[in-house]
């Protein structure tokens, strides 16, 4: 049977200026292992629980009449005529528009614009502390927040340090630190266009169909048996044996050992290599996205040029790729 346990506190921060001050409030954790999904939330709960919040038919309708504003990184500059193109070919349930977290910063919440921004969330439970960051679609309506969809990023360690210092214990004015370190110093191994492309595509095909998606319940099964007869690319950073002990990230698991049961074809592919072969329109990339955001992990098989998310699996508690992930994987193969 699930366990509950209440959090004593969770603090949720993104740049919604004129909301920026920290929620406090109880709230409840599911600790037991459950059927989990997904590395994206389309509802209206920011935190997730077990449904990702069902939309209020009047929000919907004023989110469709806006424009968005994707506030792009500071690493995106150099190439932000692709980011434009390419994310504009894929976004199609609002017109869109790109800013600048500086522009951002001094800019005013228009009601006629949403937003997508980056925010995280802490949680504190006894001597525990979990940090998830993510890309977060919102807008203000009436003075309040509404949430429509999260993205969730995979951070390096020093990302979750360096975000907790700058957010935690700190007065309202020393927070905004905490947004501008996320859209420049931070590092995180799934923040690359192709990828940020295929998210964004899911999340406007699902609110033009006027659809849900749960971070944790939701399970995507499609044209699997394409894998048995392509190449799965698994890029290189998956191969990260993150130790929960120290956070230290210069250990690698075996992937041969990991893969020894997976029958068909895949390949380990460097991480700028697979970037340029999504953008690649004449190529079909089966590809792994790998996801670990805190204590909890996200392995998800992604068809590059559609941005079909194939498979979404989710595992509380697990720090890198396993055996037993990818024998779920064959599995879930073999019954399609």
């Known amino acids: 049977m699930p366990i509950f346990v209440l959090i004593p506190s969770i603090i949720m921060y993104n740049s919604f200026k004129s909301l920026a001050i920290p929620l406090f409030f109880g709230a409840l954790l599911f600790i037991a292992f459950t059927p989990c999904y997904s590395q994206i939330n389309v509802g209206s709960l920011e935190f997730p629980s077990f449904k990702p919040g069902e939309f209020d038919k009047g929000d919907l309708a004023k989110f469709k009449e806006t424009t968005t504003v994707f506030v792009y990184r500071d690493s995106d500059k150099a190439d932000l005529n692709l980011w434009k193109k390419e994310l504009g070919k894929v976004w199609d349930v609002t017109d869109l528009e790109f800013m600048s977290y500086s522009q951002y910063a001094s800019a005013k919440i228009e009601g006629d614009h949403s937003y997508m921004t980056m925010g995280g969330i802490i949680k504190v439970s006894n001597n525990s502390t979990f940090t998830h960051i993510y890309l977060n679609l919102w807008m203000a309506i009436k003075g309040k927040k509404k949430t429509f969809a999260r993205i969730e990023l995979s951070p390096e360690f020093k990302t979750y340090n360096e975000f907790y210092d700058k957010l935690m214990w700190k007065k309202d004015e020393e927070k905004e630190a905490a947004t501008k370190y996320l859209y420049s110093e931070a590092k995180f191994f799934n923040w690359y266009l192709g990828y940020i492309r295929n998210a964004m595509h899911e999340v406007s095909s699902l609110l033009k169909a006027e659809k849900y998606r749960g971070l944790f319940i939701h399970k995507e099964v499609k044209n699997l048996e394409l894998l048995k007869k ?93 055996e037993k992930d990818i024998e779920t994987l064959i599995k879930a193969m073999k019954t399609k």
Do not use: Q
């Open 230 to 322: 392509d190449t799965l690319f698994i890029p290189d950073y998956a191969l990260i044996e993150y130790n929960k002990w120290n956070g230290k990230e210069d250990e690698r698991i075996d992937i041969v050992k990991v893969m020894k049961k997976y029958p068909y074809p895949y390949k380990v592919i460097e991480d700028d290599a697979l970037k340029t072969r999504l953008l690649d329109s004449t190529k079909t990339t089966y590809y792994l996205s790998y996801i670990k955001s805190s204590a909890d992990k996200f392995v998800n098989i992604v068809e590059g040029k559609t941005g079909t998310f194939m498979y979404c699996k989710y595992v509380a508690m697990s720090y890198y790729l396993k």
